[in-house]
């Protein structure tokens, strides 16, 4: 089914491990946008990508780092990670320039111990 | 900048008894407003959106809301709660261009039978 494809889906790490999480659209979508949820906290965006070739920094981008591969693929990386990295992680995408809403995947569950 | 408050983080209803979910926010552009919902370990599915033209908007599973621009309000109804909607509901505040899609907080939806 066409959507948006989260790798993987759970994760434990130890403090200062490294690790990428993968995600990939099949939709088209020009944008993609990297989230991650907290308890009583909503959706906090870390970083997205308006286009293939361009990424930018969101609401908390520290401890992060992107890589827009191709228009399909758009992966956050975890260079040292942290206790306070324990999250879960939504990759999302939408069609164009206009919001009509974004496709969200499945999710990443991240603890850091 | 843009905002979003969802009141109550918890909100518990009967089955088959009107279903009343609060949203507020704060916009400098014209909003486009969403609901999204989330069932347990899954990802977010988008409910329903308002962007431009009539302001009461249908979206799917018997949802609806209301864009009140005067009392900048987006809140999410349904006439009567079924069990299957036991889930967390998120409002969203964006721009047209979406590229900084801000999320509320949450609302769990409890249904009692």
């Known amino acids: 089914n066409a959507g948006v494809t989260q790798t993987p889906k759970f994760q434990v790490l130890k403090t200062g491990q490294s690790m990428t999480l993968q995600c990939a659209q099949d939709m088209n979508h020009n944008s993609m946008y990297w989230y991650r949820q907290d308890p009583g906290m909503g959706l906090r965006l870390i970083y997205y990508s308006a286009s293939e070739g361009t990424t930018d920094k969101g609401e908390v981008p520290n401890g992060y780092n992107v890589s827009r591969l191709n228009k399909r693929e758009f992966s956050l990386r975890l260079e040292s990670a942290a206790p306070s990295q324990t999250s879960v992680y939504f990759c999302a995408s939408v069609a164009a320039a206009t919001n009509y809403g974004y496709t969200f995947g499945s999710g990443t569950r991240l603890t850091v111990v | ?101 801000i999320f509320g907080a949450g609302t769990r939806l409890f249904v009692k039978a």
């Open chain 2, 1 to 101: 900048a843009q905002s979003v408050t969802q009141l109550g983080s918890h909100v518990s209803v009967s089955e088959g008894a009107l279903v009343l979910l609060r949203c507020n926010y704060s916009s400098s552009v014209p909003p486009y407003l969403f609901w999204y919902v989330q069932y347990p370990n899954q990802g977010l599915q988008l409910l329903l959106k308002y962007t431009t033209g009539a302001t009461l908007v249908k979206g799917i599973n018997g949802f609806e809301a209301e864009f009140k621009k005067s009392e900048t309000s987006f809140h999410l109804t349904k006439p009567s709660a079924h069990m299957s909607d036991a889930a967390e509901y998120f409002c969203a505040v964006s721009d047209a261009g979406g590229f900084k899609t």
